[in-house]
């Protein structure tokens, strides 16, 4: 008899590994995951897909300082999100095609490539999904997956989101 859970979570690179954010953005009480919505992972039993870290792997480094959209907005940097984001339907839609389930996406709100709802830029805040999870919303959008953005300053919020996911796929 098999005893494991079929419910998978995919996360972005940085939600267990912080290290992989620009400078400076560290800066709530969590150093390296973000623990709350990791122990809610753990403590559900749900398998977690690390996604990929568009920024650090076209950087090819750790160290990077905050851009805005506008700097990240270029062709090659889209071409690469597009693999990244080729590579990571591939596997949600493996993972649903073998009658797994795929109960969320996170993003991280305010960046770039990951986020899911806003970002800020020079002209104050906009309401877009990432230049990453753009692409990866447009891959995966017939298999209807809730895909919720992280807020490290609103944690509350965003694992009341989850939870309520959980909830509903138990
Ligand atoms: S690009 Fe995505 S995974 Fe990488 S640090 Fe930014 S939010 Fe995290």
């Not at 390296?32 to 996604?51: A, E, G, H, R």
């Not at 591939?90 to 899911?116: D, F, R, T």
């Not at 753009?134 to 490290?152: A, C, S, V």
Request: glycine letters at 4%; proline letters at 4%; hydrophobic letters at 35%.
């Amino acid at each position: 008899m098999s005893n494991r859970s079929k419910k998978f979570v995919f996360i972005p690179f940085c939600l267990i590994a912080q290290a992989y954010q620009a400078q400076g953005i560290v800066k709530y009480e969590w150093k390296s995951s973000i623990k709350p919505i990791v122990q809610l992972l753990i403590d559900n039993d749900i398998n977690i897909i690390q996604m990929p870290c568009a920024e650090a792997l076209f950087k090819d480094s750790l160290i990077r300082k905050p851009n805005g959209i506008s700097k990240y907005n270029t062709k090659e940097f889209n071409e690469h999100c597009e693999v990244l984001a080729d590579e990571v339907s591939k596997q949600v839609h493996m993972i649903c095609k073998s009658n797994y389930n795929v109960i969320a996406i996170l993003g991280i709100e305010q960046s770039p490539s990951c986020c899911v709802n806003y970002i800020y830029t020079n002209h104050g805040m906009e309401k877009r999904k990432g230049l990453f999870m753009d692409k990866l919303y447009n891959k995966i959008k017939d298999l209807e997956i809730p895909i919720i953005g992280i807020n490290r300053k609103y944690i509350n919020k965003s694992m009341k989101e989850l939870e309520k996911i959980i909830e509903n796929k138990s």
